[in-house]
Nanobody, 123 residues
């Protein structure tokens, strides 16, 4: 069965950095578009970033462009989200997402989700 397990969340001061990891298992990892979403308290789930099967194409929401970088290591079945220059507004639960179709991932209609990891950015 497909399983996504996130790690790397935590508490960091504004301006600091964190790297989230999501390990995928159960299906050939290279066949899947991977993405990250986040949900802040009392707000709707928000698309953050996505990366194509090969890693050649990446997509970001405007608020994280220039600060966050999504990458993947297909040999390790893992997708990463490097988060730099963190702001309190980035505080949220971050979810890993996977699907074979890039549009389903970008729209949040992807087939598979991780359980989430908490990121808290203090002022």
């Amino acid at each position: 069965q497909v399983q996504l397990v996130e790690s790397g969340g935590g508490l960091v001061q504004a301006g600091g950095s964190l790297r989230l990891s999501c390990r995928f298992s159960g299906r050939p990892f290279s066949s899947y578009v991977m993405g990250w979403f986040r949900q802040a308290p009392e707000k709707e789930r928000e698309f953050v970033a996505a990366i194509s099967w090969s890693g050649g194409s990446t997509y970001y929401t405007d608020s994280v462009k220039g600060r966050f970088t999504i990458s993947r290591d297909n040999a390790k079945n893992t997708v990463f989200l490097q988060m730099n220059s963190l702001k309190p507004e980035d505080t949220a639960i971050y979810y890993c997402a996977a699907d074979t179709n890039v549009n389903r991932v970008r729209s949040g209609a992807n087939a598979y989700w991780g359980q989430g990891t908490q990121v808290t950015v203090s002022s």
